[in-house]
Antibody, heavy 122, light 107 residues
């Protein structure tokens, strides 16, 4: 059974940094593309960014609002995914979901974690 | 970026009704479209990929259709567990983008 378990947060002050983590199991992590998707309170889904496999150079890409502030890392030896968030503002307050694409772009974001809340507030 | 526009934003329906949700892309995405279902305080669940293919375990009352810029999600006979918010998402081009969502409510 695929499991994606996020952790990290919830509180960080404006301008601060936070790293959220995702522990993956139940599939071949090193072969999967991994993404983060967020959802602000009462709002819709917003894709944050993705990391491809290390075989593909671990290439990353991001949505424009976070491109210069966020980074994604993966540790295939530990089946862990990380989202490093810097220069946080209240606009970044959201539930952050870890998602997996074992099919590497064929089936969409077909595996989701339960999400972790991040609250940017003083 | 490719903009995804869903309509309606909400729909009220009864158990047994047929419901159709529309999703339009601002440019052609071929068939690289997925649909997700989200219930309150739960993570989204993938329903359909490549516009019309059901994920494993998804009931056959869900049907996806379309290609290019115009897509639909149809629920042929609404069940109590189908009341939720539905999102389309294009994965033809980065950045991946979602529609604004359609909330299916009980009439």
């Amino acid at each position: 059974e695929v499991q994606l378990v996020e952790s990290g947060g919830p509180f960080v002050p404006p301008g601060g940094s936070l790293r959220v983590s995702c522990a993956a199991s139940g599939f071949t992590f090193k072969n999967a593309w991994m993404s983060w998707v967020r959802q602000a309170p009462g709002k819709g889904l917003e894709w944050v960014g993705r990391i491809k496999t290390n075989t593909e150079g671990g290439a990353t890409d991001f949505a424009a609002p976070v491109r210069d502030r966020f980074s994604i890392l993966r540790d295939d030896s530990e089946n862990m995914l990380y989202l490093q968030m810097n220069s946080l503002t209240s606009e970044d307050t959201a539930v952050y979901y870890c998602t997996a694409e074992p099919s590497r772009g064929w089936y969409g974001l077909d595996k989701w974690g339960q999400g972790t809340m991040v609250i940017v507030s003083s | 970026d490719i903009q995804m526009t869903q309509s309606p934003s909400s729909v009220s329906a009864s158990v047994g009704d047929r419901v159709t949700i529309t999703c339009r892309a601002s440019q052609s995405i071929s068939s690289w479209l997925a649909w997700y279902q989200q219930k309150p305080d739960r993570a989204p669940k993938s329903l359909i990929y490549i516009a019309s293919n059901l994920q494993s375990g998804v009931p056959s009352r869900f049907r996806g259709n379309g290609s290019g810029t115009d897509f639909t999600l149809t629920i042929s006979s609404l069940q109590p567990e189908d009341f939720a918010t539905y999102y389309c998402q294009q994965y033809n081009t980065s950045p991946l983008t979602f529609g604004g969502g359609t909330k299916v409510e009980i009439k």
